[in-house]
Structure formats: C-alpha cells, structure tokens
C-alpha cells in the first residue's frame, strides 16, 4: 500500500516521528505537503466539508479508506505493518504506552519557548521561556530519561532497544531526539541557565 | 475480570476519565489508592524493581497480566471490552484519535495555571497564568470547542455522540468536562479575563 503522509512543509515536527518510521521501514509512501500536492492539498482535508473523520491537526496519514490523525494513533496504526512493533496486544499496548510518554515529553520541551501561548513568537514570551526552560531542564528531563534508562535496564531482551530484541517506532523516536533532536532546534538553551 | 485502577488519592486529574469509563460500564474494579492499599500500593509500582513495564505516572490499569500506564492507552484498551468503543479498526482508530485530541486540550487547559513549572503552585506563576489563560480562552478553547462541534455535526449516526449512534469512551470525557469539568477546578478563570 502507498501510504501518504500529510504534514506542514518546512518544519519537522512531529511530522518527522510518522517519517522516520517510514523512512527505516522503506515503505511507500508520498510526503503530500512536500510534493506537487502542496500544503493546500492538505489544508483541503482539514477543512474540507466531506471528510467523515476531520484531524485537528496534522500529522495525518491516508492508509487506504483510512485517514488517521494524531502522531500516537499514526505510529499505533503504522507499527505492526512496517514491522517496528509487536504483533501481539502486550506488545502493542507496551509500545504505544512508551510512545505517548515521548509525546508528553516533546510537548514540554515545546512548551520551554512558548510557556504563554503557542500563538506568540518565541521573542514575544523569553523572559518566562527562561523560567520554565530552567525548571524543565533541572527537573522534567532527568525524569523522562531516568525512564527511559530504567525501561532500556529492565528490558528482557537487553538494552539496546526500548521494546524487546528489535528497533520498534518508539525507538525510531530516540534516533530522532538525536539527530534532529529537540534541543537542536533551540540553541537558546545552551544558555538559558 | 476485576481491573485495578491506580490514581492518587483525593484528586481527580486525569484518573478520573477511566474511573468514569468503568463507573459507565458498571465494570467490576478496585480503586487502589484511594482503598485499603493506600497510595503506598500504587507507589510500589511506580517504583518497584520488579515491575517488567514500569509506568511512568499514575494512572495505570492492572487487568490481568497486563499494566497499562498513560490515559490514552487504558482507554484504548478498555473500550472495546466496556462496550465503550467500536469493536473495528477503523472505529477503534477515530475514537482513539478524539480521546488523544480530549487529552491535548486537557493538558492546555492544566499548563493555563502551571504555564511556567508543573511543581510549581498557581500562586508561584500567577501573572504568567493569567497571560496564558487569555491566549487559552481567546484562541485554544474556540479551536477545540469548534472541532468538536464539526465532528459531532458530521457524525453520521447522528450529533448525539462522537462516535456512531452509541456512547463511547471519548463522550464520557464529555462527561467528565460537565460534572467534573475542567473550568470547576479554578473559579479563577472567571476573572482572568
């Protein structure tokens, strides 16, 4: 099945979560907003009066009859038929249940520059972007990774992946915190101590 | 099967959407914390060594071998057994992906009163709260008031429910922002404006 992904063209995102599963499945797949569809072929599912099942936002992802929003479901959805989860509902569960404490974690990341509102410029809210950088960093990211450490100790399997003995779409995300990583994006951080 | 549900005692957060969930069904579980386990119950398995998926935060479902951490994917899970969600992929995938948009919003309208640090109270950020609350009612709230209001009208069962022509997980949440609501929480907002 040709898949097609539908995010804003020019940001990563969390668009980028959908694509690097993709992308280390090597499925077939059209990035809409980023081809000759455009961003307004994207725009015409978010607003277009005739779609049953609307997003809120993007990512979203047409799978056949299926059109799936939110980055979670997408990878949820994805992960067994690019191979990069479990097949069984444990397995599954477990996968999705590490996937979303991602999610909440790159949320606060993005929160660290628009602690205000996500309508304003980073510029139009720094002085509180510097508080809440301060406490994210002293107390939120020793949290998320002191968990992800222990969840990599505990596995069964060993721990060179999150989920048993093989990469699976959670694990794609820790590549993506590597190289296009969320600290990657904002240099500021560096010196908001 | 008697389920096991795991939340802190004497609030309501996000627990209480699975505890409303079970309540709808009539479904056979045990309120751990705020029984005679005590929280001490819940934190063993937060913390304890032993715990081969440990959760990240509470709340979390035992349901036979399984432990399930983060809302979303107890909700997942649940639905269908509760009678709570469609039994099919599709269905399953859409009402997942309303409750994960339900959670997104739930999480704006917390970080409204803690936009600069989690552990920080309300009355240490009130200045910043009170800016983050105006963007939240002037631009956020409208946003996801007004998508679900489009799915609702688009639901072609019927504007009764979310999902098809029966009560489902995302619509006790519903619920939940009525009796329970988000708003309640912080009389507050009614003079932030």
């Known amino acids: 099945m040709r898949y097609e992904l539908y995010y804003w063209d020019g940001i990563q995102g969390r668009g980028e979560f959908v694509r690097l599963a993709l992308e280390e499945a090597g ?15 994207m725009l015409r599912l978010l607003d277009g009066q005739e779609v049953e099942h609307p997003p809120f936002a993007p990512p979203f992802l047409r ?19 690019l191979g990069l989860a479990p097949a069984d ?25 628009h602690p205000i509102a996500s309508s304003l410029y980073y510029a139009d809210q720094r002085p509180e972007a ?43 995300r820790r590549l993506a915190f590597n190289e296009h990583g969320i600290f990657r994006h904002y240099p500021e951080l560096d010196s908001a101590g």
């Open 27 to 41: 499925a077939d797949y059209v990035d809409v907003a980023r081809g000759s569809g455009g961003e307004g072929a």
């Open 130 to 172: 510097k508080r809440r950088t301060g406490d994210f960093l002293k107390t939120r990211v020793p949290k998320y990774l002191g968990y992800f450490e222990k969840v990599l100790a505990r596995n069964k399997a060993g721990d060179a992946h999150l989920v048993g003995a093989k990469l699976s779409y959670p694990s794609t």
């Open 63 to 81: 799978a056949g009859e299926l059109l799936i929003a939110q980055t979670a479901n997408i990878l949820f959805y994805l992960g067994p038929h």
């Open 89 to 113: 509902e444990a397995g599954r569960l477990w996968a999705h249940q590490l996937q979303l404490t991602i999610a909440d974690f790159v949320d606060e990341a993005h929160d660290t520059h």
